[in-house]
Structure formats: structure tokens, C-alpha cells
């Protein structure tokens, strides 16, 4: 049932997108066919494939070692087998068990940045994807900081900080990072396409 209900929202949205390519509506098509494959891609690495479970356990693996980098003492267990990866921090004494889950995966920020870098309408496949390669790699590895900031405070100033740290430092620190990654996968492409056109130059 879940696999007849994923095909019909699948090519309900290839249909819509593909419509808007051949209409040359550009916007519509951009919009319909970066937040689809985004949503598409979020489904099937929870419901099909092991692919957020994968994330997840990267993620804190990640984590765990950086820490150990610098001198904080974590450990990775699973706190329901197969499905929640934890990481235990120690502070003085008492330990702080930290679930990453969904949002601590960076799974909806890899979706969404792979959808609107895989309709981008600039450059080649070939173009587009080692772009994609590297602004994935990028996020990956900025989620895994925002996650070790969140251990590192847990650790020195203990579970107090917590709130603080997940809610606000966390995400912006995620947020700053991202800037720079949309930037360069993005933003950066889409002024120089930009300025060639002005100039009189090609596009692409």
C-alpha cells in the first residue's frame, strides 16, 4: 500500500514538473521539482531504504570521534535497536543521553539542498553534480559540528545548557554554515549566470 501510494505521488509530480518544463515555466518548474524530489528523497530514505537510519548512525559516529579529538569523552549505543542512535555524554555525574533523531540526521537539509541543486537551471548533469557532491559532503559535515557543539557545551557546563544550546546556538551556527554552502552551490552560479547575460555572454 505505501509503495502504490509513493508511485502515484511519484508521477503525479514527475507529471507536474514535466509539464512545467515543456510550458517553459521556469519558476513553477523549479519550485514544483526541487521541493518534490525534496520530499520524495525524505520518504524513501525513511519508509524504503535505510538511508536515515545510515545518516543517523554516521552522524554520531561522527561525533564520537571528533570529540574524542578533543578530549571529551562520549560513547554510542543504541537505545532502541536498529533504531535510535544515542550519545551518551558524561558531566561530572551524571551522563546525558542525546537521541539523533530526524532533525540531528541532516537529512532535510541534504533533501532539500540535492532538490534544488538537481533542478538548477544552470549547467550541465555533469556540472550540477559535482556540485551536488560537494554541498552534500559539506552539509553532512556541518551538521556533524552543530552537533558537537551541542556535546561539547553538554559536557563542560552540563545538562542545563542543553535547551539552549539544541534551540538556539545550534541551529544558528547550522544556519551560518548553510549560508555559506547555499552560497557556493547556489547563490555564487546564479550571479555569474546573471552577469554573463548582462554582459551579453552564454547561458549556462
Not at 524530489?37 to 548512525?57: D, G, K, Q, Y
Not at 574524542?68 to 551524571?94: C, F
Not at 532538490?115 to 556533524?144: C, E, Q, Y
Amino acid at each position: 500500500m505505501e509503495i502504490a501510494l509513493f508511485g502515484v505521488a511519484f508521477v503525479l509530480w514527475a507529471g507536474l514538473t514535466l509539464f512545467f518544463w515543456r510550458a517553459g515555466a521556469w519558476l513553477p518548474y523549479y519550485v514544483a521539482g526541487s521541493a518534490g524530489a525534496a520530499v520524495l528523497l525524505v520518504v524513501v530514505a525513511r519508509e524504503f531504504l535505510p538511508l536515515e537510519l545510515a545518516l543517523r548512525a554516521s552522524t554520531a559516529r561522527g561525533v564520537d570521534f571528533l570529540a574524542s579529538l578533543v578530549g571529551i569523552h562520549t560513547s554510542v549505543t543504541w537505545s532502541d535497536p536498529g533504531a535510535i542512535v544515542v550519545v551518551g555524554v558524561p558531566h561530572h555525574q551524571e551522563w546525558t543521553h542525546l537521541n539523533v533523531g530526524l532533525e540531528s540526521s541532516g537529512l532535510l537539509e541534504i533533501a532539500a539542498l540535492a532538490g534544488l541543486i538537481a533542478f538548477f537551471p544552470r549547467g550541465g548533469a555533469l556540472d550540477r553534480s559535482k556540485i551536488l557532491a560537494v554541498a552534500l559532503l559539506a552539509t553532512f559535515a556541518a551538521n556533524i559540528v552543530r552537533v558537537l557543539v551541542i556535546v561539547a557545551f553538554v559536557a563542560h557546563f552540563g545538562q542545563g545548557t542543553l535547551d539552549f544550546v539544541h534551540t538556539f546556538l545550534g541551529r544558528a551556527l547550522f544556519f551560518v554554515m548553510a549560508i555559506g554552502i547555499y552560497w557556493y552551490a547556489i547563490t555564487r552560479p546564479t550571479i555569474r549566470t546573471v552577469g554573463a547575460r548582462l554582459r551579453g555572454g552564454a547561458f549556462g
